[in-house]
């Protein structure tokens, strides 16, 4: 493990440490749970979703869930995640019978498609191996269907990253250690947004993994360039 913050590998067993928390800090987060809202309807499904089959992965204890279950509510949803407190977390809320969770990593998903559509929030950059990731995630869609990836992609630029810093040991790093004790996982946010792609970087990595279609939105308020909305298609 590296000095104070937990190698990607680790990250699950972190987030089984903190899952206790972090519904609370997360709703302490001015239009996160908004900006997830947002990015589920990206899918633009039909009203409803209706017979659609959804896979949310890295669904952690169930905020991106509910933002997908809210864009399309008659759809066939699973949601998979590594960590098992934070899955126990999403289990314990109230769903409805069209909702399902599994626990498996995301490189090699426990699941079987196709899927019609496949979420993403604040996972790939978490993981070891992004590029597997992203072809389990294709091989798991249908011809047409469609990724949303939303996450930390920091814009180039001194400005985002000054504002990175700043929300990060001004408020984030404080916050977690403040909740949990133990404030490595919320270095290891820090950290990972830092060294991850940039949204063009990560658009390239998409076209790489074979999806076509690649389009890219900020969030809104502090996370301008921070957070992004990556929505891609497999070719039909």
């Given at each position: 493990?590296?000095?104070?913050?937990?190698?990607?590998?680790?990250?699950?067993?972190?987030?089984?440490?903190?899952?206790?928390?972090?519904?609370?800090?997360?709703?302490?987060?001015?239009?996160?749970?908004?900006?997830?809202?947002?990015?589920?309807?990206?899918?633009?499904?039909?009203?409803?979703?209706?017979?659609?089959?959804l896979?949310?992965?890295?669904?952690?204890?169930?905020?991106?869930t509910?933002?997908?279950?809210?864009?399309?509510?008659?759809?066939?949803?699973?949601?998979?995640?590594?960590?098992?407190?934070m899955?126990?977390?999403?289990?314990?809320?109230p769903?409805?019978?069209?909702?399902?969770?599994?626990?498996?990593?995301?490189?090699?998903p426990?699941?079987?498609?196709?899927?019609?559509?496949?979420?993403?929030?604040?996972?790939?950059?978490?993981?070891?191996d992004?590029?597997?990731?992203?072809?389990?995630?294709?091989?798991?869609?249908?011809?047409?269907?469609?990724?949303?990836?939303?996450?930390?992609?920091?814009?180039?630029?001194p400005?985002?990253?000054?504002?990175?810093?700043?929300?990060?040991?001004?408020?984030?790093i404080?916050?977690?250690?403040?909740?949990?004790?133990?404030?490595?996982l919320?270095?290891?946010?820090?950290?990972s947004?830092?060294?991850?792609?940039?949204?063009?970087?990560?658009?390239?990595?998409?076209?790489?993994?074979?999806?076509?279609?690649?389009?890219?939105?900020?969030?809104?308020?502090?996370?301008?360039?921070?957070?992004?909305t990556?929505?891609?298609?497999?070719?039909?």
């Amino acid at each position: 493990m590296t000095r104070g913050s937990p190698l990607r590998c680790d990250v699950p067993s972190a987030f089984d440490r903190h899952a206790a928390a972090y519904d609370r800090l997360v709703g302490a987060n001015p239009g996160y749970h908004a900006d997830l809202r947002r990015a589920a309807r990206a899918f633009a499904l039909p009203v409803g979703g209706a017979g659609a089959r959804l896979l949310d992965l890295g669904c952690g204890t169930g905020a991106s869930t509910a933002a997908l279950l809210a864009a399309a509510p008659y759809a066939e949803i699973t949601g998979v995640d590594a960590s098992t407190g934070m899955l126990a977390r999403a289990r314990a809320k109230p769903w409805p019978g069209t909702m399902r969770f599994v626990h498996g990593r995301a490189e090699d998903p426990p699941v079987t498609g196709p899927f019609d559509g496949v979420f993403a929030a604040y996972l790939v950059r978490n993981l070891e191996d992004p590029d597997a990731a992203l072809s389990a995630m294709r091989a798991l869609l249908r011809p047409g269907g469609v990724l949303v990836v939303h996450d930390y992609a920091l814009r180039d630029g001194p400005v985002v990253r000054l504002v990175w810093h700043a929300v990060c040991w001004g408020v984030i790093i404080p916050a977690g250690r403040l909740a949990t004790g133990d404030a490595r996982l919320y270095r290891h946010l820090w950290r990972s947004a830092l060294g991850f792609d940039s949204p063009e970087g990560f658009a390239d990595r998409l076209r790489g993994a074979g999806f076509t279609g690649v389009r890219t939105r900020t969030a809104s308020g502090w996370q301008r360039g921070i957070v992004h909305t990556f929505r891609a298609e497999t070719p039909s």
